[in-house]
């Protein structure tokens, strides 16, 4: 090619480039992918709350995951992943992302319980922010496939999603990044409100739902007996200031900033009477931390140490090419999924299998999932008393370290923890296949006398050697009245129901 054709084609390119950048697409691409200047404080206070609830989930998962699926757990890991291998193939490995594919041990186990505790720490520190970030996300998401059914919770999907944004949050936050945690904030309010209405369940149609909840719910606290006197009339009240925080509330997050200080006061309010009255593990106050991207520097300013008002957030330059890809790709997944899914589970509405396969695939490397807290409400409380004896005569009685037995014990006030086993027997009155076929095993367990199984407990029974006999007793538990806990001392009234599972199923 000759000098002159050469100089009459740059221009042209020119032109097309010139083009290309002022297309709506790339105007669009160009806003979304901006910094984000007002939430550098916010930001950075974020990945703080956010470093310190990794740490306690680490520490949480730590002390009891052998116990759960360790060799001599209650669902042993290596036999799940053998299971997995031998049912997909190859396929295993990407539908199950997991470290515990190199070695599934009990010491593995707490290795990267451990690895993840200490990456969440240096995240608090921003020492080698990223790499902390990526190292925390790929612990917990190794931990969530290895936990089977005990860490199916949706606070621990909520932590992965998070998670995964952070990575590149310790950037610059940009209106892309913003906005994603705005639809996770969105999908955990507007879907869980949502869930309540289209379920059916007459105690959130009629608005007495809070008449149960306190005393019904899994691991109450004091702070529960006390909301349970209150007059009915309150808890009227709640249930439909529930139902407007979660079906109202949640579009206000992209509104003009009037109205998103507006969610952010309403849904941080509530959050703390639910701190008040539960035992939900973090998912309370990674809610509030969301409830952050809401707010912006202005306000921030006045709730971060003085010296950082100043300094922001560390300015490491703009993201490169394939970060900015891997945020997009992530940013897609999270919305498709998510969508289909709302669609799929909450709707009922038919789903293509392509987008199917796209959701299981996402839901696997842990985005796009869909929250439902709470869509029915239980209206009575039905408790487990597990029993061993080596007679068949004497009886000594299993004791938990949370969950409501003793009548003159109400479980403490234990967030961040989240005591996996404790929460798990809350579902088994329900009957249902998967809850009694993992009991099945956690008896199978103490019938054999295994010690990360009873390490769950808070007491041994039999310290000579497992009994020959269990046998389980259900109880329907209520709180008691002021005046009967004047009278008794007790947190609980119970009336004996039969031999479990010859019991009628607790419904919902």
């Known amino acids: 090619m000759n000098d002159e ?61 052998t116990g759960l699926v360790g060799a001599d757990g209650i669902l042993p890991l290596a036999r799940y992943l053998a299971n997995a291998r031998e049912a997909l193939g190859f396929a295993a490995y990407w539908r199950l992302p997991t470290l ?46 290895a936990g089977q059914l005990f860490l199916n919770f949706q606070w621990d999907s909520l932590l992965l999603e998070s998670g995964f944004l952070a990575i590149f949050l310790v950037d610059r936050p940009s209106r892309l990044l913003v906005f994603l945690y705005y639809w996770l904030l969105f999908r955990l309010r507007f879907f869980s409100g949502l869930s309540k209405v289209v379920s059916g369940d007459p105690s959130w149609a009629h608005l007495t739902a809070l008449d149960y909840y306190f005393q019904t719910q899994p691991l109450p ?147 796009g999932f869909v929250y439902h807290i709470f869509p029915t409400m239980q209206t009575e409380r039905q408790e487990l008393v597990i029993q061993g004896s080596m007679d068949g005569k004497h009886w000594k009685t299993y004791e938990f370290r949370y969950k409501p037995q003793k009548l003159d014990e109400m479980t403490p006030f234990i967030v961040p923890h989240h005591p996996r086993l404790d929460w798990m027997i809350w579902f088994v009155p329900t009957q249902h ?25 808070r007491s041994d029974p039999f310290p000579d050697g497992p009994p020959r006999y269990l046998r389980v007793q259900v109880y329907r538990y209520r709180f008691t009245t002021v005046e009967e806990r004047r009278d008794s001392g007790e947190w609980w009234k119970r009336e004996y129901l039969g031999i479990f599972p010859r019991v009628p199923p607790r419904r919902p």
């Open 100 to 145: 515990f594919w190199f070695d599934a041990s009990d010491l593995a186990l707490q290795a990267v319980a451990a690895a993840g505790a200490i990456a969440a720490m240096m995240l608090f520190a921003d020492w080698h922010a990223r790499v902390a970030a990526i190292a925390a996300f790929l612990c917990y998401l190794s931990l969530f496939h």
């Open 433 to 457: 296949p998967l809850q009694m076929a993992w009991f099945g095993e956690f008896l199978r367990k103490l019938h054999e006398g295994s010690r990360p199984v009873i390490g769950l407990l």
């Open 5 to 65: 054709a050469r100089a009459g084609e740059k221009p042209a390119i020119g032109a097309w480039r010139e083009r290309l950048c002022s297309s709506p697409i790339s105007r669009w691409t160009q806003r979304f992918c901006a910094p984000a200047e007002e939430y550098r404080l916010t930001s950075r206070l974020f990945l703080k709350v956010l470093a310190l609830i990794y740490f306690a989930a680490f520490v949480s998962l730590g002390v009891q995951i």
């Open 221 to 367: 606290h004091p702070g529960s007996w006390y909301a349970q006197q209150l007059p009915q009339w309150l808890h009227w009240s709640g249930a439909g200031f529930t139902l407007f925080v979660e079906l109202i509330v949640p579009f206000f997050l992209f509104l003009p900033r009037s109205y998103r200080l507006f969610a952010a006061g309403t849904t941080i309010l509530i959050q703390l009477l639910i701190l008040a009255t539960s035992n939900h593990a973090f998912v309370n106050l990674l809610t509030i931390a969301l409830c952050l991207f809401l707010l912006d520097d202005r306000v921030v300013r006045h709730l971060v140490p003085y010296s950082w008002r100043g300094q922001g957030f560390p300015r490491r330059g703009l993201p490169d090419r394939g970060r900015l890809l891997a945020l997009a790709v992530g940013g897609v997944l999270m919305l498709v999924s998510s969508l289909s899914a709302f669609s799929d589970r909450l709707l009922g509405l038919p789903v293509p299998q392509p987008l199917q396969a796209i959701t299981r695939i996402s839901q696997a490397w842990g985005l």
